[in-house]
């Protein structure tokens, strides 16, 4: 089951490994709208569950986080 979620901005940091990606979509978020919808890819195991962690904490909604052959799509949308 997979839920099409559009996002407004897709962060690819497959390869990078942690804290890499999260720092990207720091990076991102900083800068963003409310109510952006962030797409980070990665392929670092432990970013698919540190990032959410991090989402919850400054706030923001965790939209979802997909499982792919080599990589996670987490998304996220930006709240303030």
């Known amino acids: 089951m997979s839920t099409e979620i559009n ?5 690819d940091a497959r ?3 942690c804290p890499g990606p999260l ?3 720091i990076g991102e978020i900083k800068h963003a709208d409310v109510g952006t919808v962030f797409e980070l ?3 670092d195991s432990s ?4 990032v959410p962690e991090w989402v919850e904490k400054a706030g923001h909604d965790l939209l979802g986080v997909e ?3 080599d990589y996670w799509s987490v998304f996220v949308e ?3």
């Open 47 to 50: 970013s698919s569950h540190d």
């Open 67 to 69: 499982e792919h052959d």
């Open 7 to 11: 996002p407004d901005v897709t962060i």
């Open 15 to 17: 390869g990078a490994t």
């Open 41 to 43: 890819q990665t392929s």
């Open 23 to 25: 720092m990207d979509l």
């Open 78 to 80: 930006t709240t303030k």
